[in-house]
């Protein structure tokens, strides 16, 4: 049987719960603060995390300056380049948890709301291993 597929004995719940709880450690260990809450959904060959209220205060206070488009773009800008440089941790993990390779990764952060959503592309459909 294959990792994956000893993993979904686990029960697909469990697989997810573990993928969050990751994530959220790799937020508040790389990124220097964890989300206040996390959720993460499989979806055929896909991982989808959405994560609530991820800004520090200070990324608050320069969403909000006098001119919030160019903070915002500041902060996208960085928090995307400094998930890129992770990447690899991350694609780890999820290599660890689930036994299947990351084709590729999709992040966006919303400056208004303070949410950010992570999406795995999976090499192949999870419910077909």
């Known amino acids: 049987m294959s990792k994956f597929g000893e993993t979904i004995n686990r029960g697909k719940g469990r697989i997810e719960a573990e993928i969050s709880e990751a994530v959220i450690q790799f ?5 220097g ?3 206040l809450e996390t959720k993460t959904y ?3 060959d896909m ?3 959405r994560l609530k209220d991820v800004l520090t205060k200070a990324e608050h206070q320069l969403a909000q300056t006098s001119d919030p488009s160019e903070g915002r773009e500041l ?3 960085m ?8 990447r690899p941790l991350l694609e780890a993990v999820i290599k660890d948890i689930t036994g299947l390779t990351v084709k590729s990764l999709h992040t966006d952060i919303s400056t208004l ?7 795995f592309s999976l090499e192949e459909e999870a419910s077909r291993r």
Request: glycine residues 12%.
């Open 27 to 31: 937020e508040k260990e790389y990124m």
């Open 75 to 77: 902060i996208k800008k």
């Open 47 to 49: 991982i989808l995390v």
């Open 33 to 35: 603060r964890g989300p």
């Open 42 to 44: 499989i979806i055929e």
């Open 113 to 119: 709301t303070g949410e950010r959503v992570i999406i």
């Open 79 to 86: 928090r995307g380049a400094l998930l890129e440089k992770g």
